[in-house]
């Protein structure tokens, strides 16, 4: 039987730590499992060079090869892993169905686990140069500016982690952030303002991304001073937060005023036998632990809607 004619237990989309947490306790729970990843397991997470506050892990673990180990157990336990990008969904009724660039696959239930993505600032230039100095990976892109000197946009807890990474190769790291004070937990500012190689440009906006082929300068304002300069930088990364991937969805869920999904604490979603888990979800902390527990329950409730069904 292919898996366009199979109807799974569960059909999970997104392969983050959220989906693949879920594919773990479904499939050991011996439901048929299909997960629908359109890049690589472990989503965000796998783009950060180390996770340091996931319990049990004292020297951290590399985001990479977390994402590789829950896919791992995942498939050791009978999870099946599809590469493909959804383009629609009809969730209503019995049989569930999404529609991907690989074709169609069915379920009983379904879990969305879908994630963030990156904010563009919507600076002037930002879209022209994206690929040309303009990025939001550190951990992809940090390479190339190994003695260049490259800007941080956003003062929370990613721009200042990012920006310590990026220390690593470039020779000067500003990180320029919108208000006066910085957003990020206490112990990422202090370890980032003892950081030689990084200089904060606080109450300071971007006005201008400049550059021909690539990045050759960021037009400042400083609010305060109500001051206008051109800074000379080879790369911008942007870290001015985070929007839901739930666009695919249409109307077929409720969603918050932002995008994400409204779930209960049973990861519930508005339709029966859909549950919502991970960043995705209307939530307050959105973290690796708290996505992997999302999974854990919204696996355990699809387990009990199928078995009320039966
Ligand atoms: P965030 O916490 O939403 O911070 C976004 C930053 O960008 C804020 O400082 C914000 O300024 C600024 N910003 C937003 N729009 C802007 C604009 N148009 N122009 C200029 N600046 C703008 O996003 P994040 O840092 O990506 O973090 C997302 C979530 O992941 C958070 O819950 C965070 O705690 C979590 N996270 C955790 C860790 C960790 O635990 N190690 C690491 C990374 C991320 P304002 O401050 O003025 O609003």
């Known amino acids: ?49 180390n996770l340091d506050n996931y319990p049990g892990f004292p020297e951290g673990i ?8 829950l896919e791992a157990q995942a498939r050791k336990f009978g999870t099946e892993m599809a590469l ?3 383009t ?3 969730l209503q009724g019995e049989i569930k169905t999404v529609e991907t660039t690989e074709g169609t696959f069915r379920g009983r239930t379904v879990l969305l686990a879908t994630g963030t993505r990156s904010r563009p600032l919507g600076a002037p230039g930002e879209e022209e140069l994206k690929g040309k100095g303009v990025s939001y990976c550190a951990t992809c892109d940090g ?36 208000r006066n004070q910085l957003r990020a937990i206490s112990l990422l500012q202090e370890k980032a303002k003892d950081n030689p190689k990084i ?23 400083n609010k305060g001073e109500n001051k206008t300069w051109d800074l000379p930088v080879d790369g911008v990364f942007m870290y001015v937060g985070l929007m ?32 919502a ?3 995705v979800r209307q939530k307050l902390l959105r973290q690796v632990v708290t996505a992997v527990a999302d999974g854990a329950i919204a696996a355990v409730m699809a387990g009990r809607y199928l078995d009320e069904k039966k």
């Not at 590399?62 to 180990?69: A, H, Y």
């Not at 440009?201 to 400042?220: F, Y």
């Open 1 to 49: 039987m292919t898996r366009q004619d199979t109807i799974y237990d569960l059909l999970i989309i997104g392969g983050g730590p959220a989906g693949l947490a879920a594919a773990v306790y479904a499939s050991r729970s011996m439901m048929s499992v299909l997960v629908i990843e359109s890049m690589l397991s472990g989503g965000q997470i796998a783009t950060t060079e």
């Open 62 to 69: 590399g985001g990479m090869e977390f994402g590789q180990q």
């Open 277 to 279: 888990a991970g960043d």
């Open 143 to 178: 390479f190339f500016y190994t003695d260049r000197v490259v800007a941080v946009v956003g003062g929370g807890d990613s721009a200042l982690e990012e920006g310590m990474y990026l220390t690593k190769f470039a020779k000067k790291v500003y990180i320029i952030h919108r």
């Open 199 to 221: 200089e904060f440009l606080l109450d300071t906006v971007i006005e201008k991304i400049n550059g021909r082929d690539h990045v050759e300068s960021v037009t400042l304002l």
């Open 88 to 90: 629609g969904v009809s």
């Open 84 to 86: 493909a990008t959804v």
């Open 244 to 275: 839901p991937n739930t666009e695919f969805l249409g109307d077929s869920v409720a969603l918050d005023e932002s995008g994400y999904i409204l779930a209960n604490e049973n990861m519930e979603t508005s339709v029966p036998g859909v549950y």
